[in-house]
């Protein structure tokens, strides 16, 4: 799988997934992966929920770009939020050179009037800032006025924290939504640029999972969904998997059934008091580790089935923060993310 996109031209990847499976933690671990020998990287959400602020830690992010991380051996990650209020003054700024009456609509209040776009313009608002910031060369023209064409995007790769699994078919699907709202016209026609994109080599969709019954259904359900809308899915992320030395314990314990007078022996030896709740209480924590590890062998297969490329990412013990994000996105690039 290649993780640049063609002849010069931005990546733009979008990271989905079950609610709480990491999509967040993992968008931001993916961009500073892909942040690599300096290059730069936008990491873009789009709910104001200001999940990717909190993981790296940083000022809550706004509808202006900043420069929010440092990318592996020295790229840039850079941050924005967009938001459908913003994103339409600054559409109606464009396209209709409102540029006093756009100003004024933002002081009324964007957001409270963002909440009376109808939900389909909304998705095309916030994918045509996706658009724009993907077509961007890197002094900031919009392509279509550029005049070297040899000029270099302004961000080598463009990640997406996306909506989940469960909305993000209709979100991807702006020119399907449009439908009966505007058959003709500048937002019908920003739509289709849209929809062009997102069905482009340029865009890959991944999908984040645990290793457990209903995040993995929903990854597969989506894998065929996806798929089915003529989306590319790129790769399947398995987040939180158990550590290798858990597992070897666990194998091991697998391998030779804990006999409970041996155990009472062998803890009695080295000084521990036992008794038989105890002893029973171990043996069943052994013999549901063997449960779970089968359950999610065969949901690890299963996931490897969908035909995809899997990564593996650790649960990491110490909670997830800015030095977390860096050595996730350090899992990936030995993984082969980014090169
Ligand atoms: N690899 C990991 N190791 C340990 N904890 C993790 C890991 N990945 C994510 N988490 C934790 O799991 C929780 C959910 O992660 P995150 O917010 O990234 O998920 P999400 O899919 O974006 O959730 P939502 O659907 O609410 O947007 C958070 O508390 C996060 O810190
Ligand atoms: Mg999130």
Excluded at 26 to 48: F, K, W
Excluded at 70 to 86: R, T
Aim: proline share 5%; charged share 25%; no cysteine.
């Amino acid at each position: 799988m290649t993780w640049h996109g063609g002849e010069g031209s931005p990546r733009l990847h979008i990271v989905t997934g079950k609610g709480g499976t990491g999509k967040t933690t993992v968008a931001a671990a993916l961009a500073t992966a892909l942040a690599q020998d300096g290059q730069r990287v936008l990491l873009v959400e789009t709910e104001e929920r200001q999940g990717i602020s909190q993981v790296l830690d940083v000022a809550p992010l706004g509808t202006q770009e900043i420069e929010v991380s440092s990318g592996l051996d020295g790229g840039e990650v850079w941050g924005l939020s967009i938001e459908a209020g913003a994103a339409l003054v600054e559409y109606l700024r464009l396209f209709y050179r409102l540029g006093r009456a756009g100003d004024l609509l933002h002081k009324m209040g964007a957001i409270e009037f963002a909440t009376t776009i109808a939900p389909g313009v909304r998705d095309v608002l916030i994918g045509g800032k996706i658009y724009e910031s993907v077509r961007r060369t890197a002094s900031g023209r919009a392509p279509g006025r550029r005049s070297r064409p040899d000029e270099p995007p302004a961000y080598d790769a463009v990640v997406l924290d996306a909506p989940p699994t469960g909305r993000v078919g209709r979100f991807l699907d702006v020119t399907g939504q449009l439908a009966d709202l505007a058959r003709v016209g500048p937002i019908r026609n920003q739509a289709d640029s849209i929809h062009q994109l997102l069905h482009s080599d340029t865009t890959l969709v991944h999908l984040v999972t645990l290793l457990e019954q209903l995040p993995v259904q929903e990854t597969l359900d989506a894998v065929e969904s996806l798929t089915d809308d003529s989306l590319r899915v790129g790769t399947l992320i398995v987040n939180q998997a158990r550590d290798a030395e858990v597992r070897a314990s666990v194998d091991l314990v697998a391998d030779r059934e804990p006999d409970p007078s041996v155990l009472t022996e062998q803890l009695e030896s080295v000084g521990i008091r036992t008794s038989p709740t105890m002893i029973e209480g171990l043996v069943q924590t052994a013999a549901d580790a063997v449960a779970r590890r089968d359950l999610e062998t065969s949901l690890e297969d299963s996931v490897v089935a969908a035909g995809r490329p899997v990564l593996t990412l650790p649960h990491l013990l110490d909670g997830v923060g800015p030095d977390a994000v860096r050595r996730l996105a350090a899992e990936l690039a030995a993984q082969g993310v980014g090169s």
